[in-house]
C-alpha cells in the first residue's frame, strides 16, 4: 500500500472559513464491549471499539436473512404473495417449545411472504425466518451459502453464517463492523421494505407482540433495525436515525440487559448526531488527489469521491482535520472510470476519523512500448518490480 501525505495546508484552506476546532477534544465511550457508529452515506466509521473483532451475531443475523429474502424479492423470484410451508424443524426448533422468540406458526401451515418477513423484524421469529429459509433454498444450510455469498458480494470480511435464525453456532459469526455493512446496505438497496423495521407492532395466531427495539419508542428518531440476544453473547442492537438529516447506523453487542442495551444504544447515537459537524469541503467531480498509474496511456489518474464528500468531524476536536491518501501500488492499465483505487483518511487527534472510498475519475488504457518502457524504469527504481 502506497501512502501520499494529503497535506493539512490543503484541508484547512478548502474550509477554513466554515469550521474552527476549539480547544478540546470530546472523548466518547461506551460499556458495550463491541461497538460502531458508521456514517451512511460514506460508510465511514465514527466510532469504532473492536468493530472488526470475531463475535456471536444471535438474533442480529436475521439481518443478513432478511438481506438475501429483500433481494429475492426485488429480483422477482419470489412474490410477496408466496406461501411458505412451516415444516417440523421450522415449528420445533424455531417455535414455542423451542422457548426462543417465536410468530407461534402452527405445523404444516402455510403463511405468506411477507407475513414472514413481519415476524422476522418485529418479534425476530426463529420460525418465521427458518421458514423463509426452507421456502427460498429447501435447507437453511443452502440458504447459509447464500447469505455467505450474499455477504462477499457486499464486502463483509470477518462473518460466516450457518443458519437463518442466529441461534448459536460456532461456525456462525460476525462483527460489528459487517453487522453495520449489512443494515447500510438493506436501507440503501431495499427502501420499499426498510419501512417495516419501525412499525410498532405485529399480530399473527391472535397473539400481538411489540416491536423489539424499544428505542422506536424514546424521540431519537430510531428506525430500525435489529435487536439480538443469547446467554452467552448478552444483548446487542442494530440501530439507525435520520433523525439530523445525516442518517447514522450503530451496532452494540455484548451488554449486561435489555435496559443497558437501550441505554448504551442511545447515548452512542445521540453523540453521533449531536457530537459532529458536516462540512462540505469537495464538490461532486472535483479531484481530490492523483495516483500513479504503471504502463498507462497517462501517467496518472485524478482520484474524486462518488458524489461530494463531506467531512463528519468531532466538534471540539484538536489538531483536525489532517488525511492522507492511500492506495494499492503500482496501479495497472486498462483502468476504467468508476473504479475505486484509494481511500481518504481524515485525521482527528492521531485518530482516524473518516474513511472515504475514491474512485479513478477518468480511463486510462493501456500505454505505448515507449510509456511502458519508461514506467518500467520508474517502477523498478522504486522497488516495485
Given at each position: 500500500m502506497r501512502l501520499r501525505n494529503f497535506g493539512l495546508k490543503l484541508l484547512v484552506a478548502l474550509f477554513a472559513v466554515c469550521w474552527t476546532a476549539s480547544a478540546h477534544a470530546q472523548d466518547f465511550d461506551t460499556k458495550a464491549p463491541f461497538a460502531v457508529l458508521m456514517d451512511y452515506e460514506s460508510g465511514t466509521i465514527l466510532f469504532n471499539k473492536a468493530g472488526d473483532e470475531q463475535l456471536e451475531p444471535a438474533s442480529m443475523a436475521k439481518l443478513m436473512t432478511l438481506a438475501v429474502v429483500f433481494d429475492q424479492l426485488q429480483s422477482k423470484k419470489l412474490q410477496?404473495?408466496?406461501?411458505?410451508?412451516?415444516?417440523?424443524?421450522?415449528?420445533?426448533?424455531g417455535g414455542a417449545s423451542s422457548g426462543g422468540s417465536t410468530m407461534f406458526a402452527e405445523l404444516n401451515s402455510k403463511i405468506p411472504v411477507m407475513d414472514l418477513v413481519r415476524s422476522v423484524i418485529i418479534q425476530s421469529g426463529n420460525d418465521a425466518a427458518i421458514a423463509l429459509a426452507e421456502g427460498i433454498a429447501g435447507s437453511e444450510l443452502s440458504f447459509a451459502q447464500m447469505m455467505n455469498q450474499l455477504g462477499k458480494e457486499i464486502g463483509l470480511s470477518g462473518s460466516n453464517f450457518v443458519n437463518s435464525t442466529g441461534l448459536p453456532d460456532p461456525a456462525q459469526f460476525s462483527t460489528a463492523r459487517d453487522l453495520a455493512t449489512i443494515a447500510r446496505f438493506i436501507i440503501a438497496q431495499f427502501p420499499e421494505?426498510?419501512?417495516?423495521?419501525?412499525?410498532?407492532?405485529?399480530?399473527?395466531?391472535?397473539?400481538?407482540?411489540?416491536?423489539?427495539?424499544?428505542?422506536?419508542?424514546?424521540?431519537?428518531?430510531?428506525?430500525?433495525?435489529?435487536?439480538?440476544?443469547?446467554?452467552?453473547?448478552?444483548?446487542?442492537?442494530?440501530?439507525?436515525?435520520?433523525?439530523?438529516?445525516?442518517?447514522?447506523?450503530?451496532?452494540?453487542?455484548?451488554?449486561?440487559?435489555?435496559?443497558?442495551?437501550?441505554?448504551?444504544?442511545r447515548k452512542l447515537v445521540t453523540w453521533g448526531t449531536?457530537?459532529?459537524?458536516?462540512?462540505?469541503?469537495?464538490?461532486?467531480?472535483?479531484?481530490?488527489?492523483?495516483?500513479d498509474v504503471y504502463g498507462g496511456s497517462a501517467g496518472q489518474v485524478s482520484l474524486v469521491g462518488k458524489g461530494s464528500i463531506d467531512l463528519f468531524l468531532p466538534k471540539g476536536a484538536q489538531n483536525c482535520p489532517q488525511a492522507t491518501v492511500t492506495?494499492?501500488?503500482?496501479?495497472r492499465p486498462p483502468v476504467q472510470k468508476g473504479d475505486q483505487l484509494a481511500q481518504l483518511n481524515v485525521m482527528c487527534n492521531g485518530a482516524v476519523v473518516q474513511v472515504t472510498p475514491l474512485y479513478a475519475g477518468e480511463d486510462v488504457a493501456d500505454g505505448d512500448i515507449v510509456r511502458k518502457a519508461t514506467d518500467a524504469l520508474k517502477e523498478l527504481a522504486l522497488g516495485w518490480l
Open positions: 410477496p404473495t408466496d406461501e411458505f410451508f412451516i415444516s417440523e424443524h421450522a415449528w420445533r426448533d421494505y426498510y419501512p417495516i423495521f419501525s412499525e410498532k407492532e405485529f399480530t399473527w395466531n391472535k397473539i400481538r407482540q411489540m416491536n423489539r427495539n424499544s428505542l422506536l419508542e424514546i424521540g431519537i428518531g430510531v428506525d430500525g433495525l435489529k435487536t439480538g440476544h443469547t446467554e452467552a453473547a448478552g444483548y446487542g442492537e442494530v440501530v439507525s436515525t435520520a433523525a439530523t438529516g445525516r442518517r447514522l447506523i450503530a451496532v452494540l453487542h455484548g451488554l449486561k440487559s435489555m435496559t443497558e442495551r437501550t441505554e448504551e444504544a449531536r457530537g459532529f459537524e458536516l462540512i462540505p469541503v469537495f464538490p461532486e467531480g472535483s479531484a481530490i488527489s492523483h495516483a492506495y494499492k501500488a503500482p496501479i
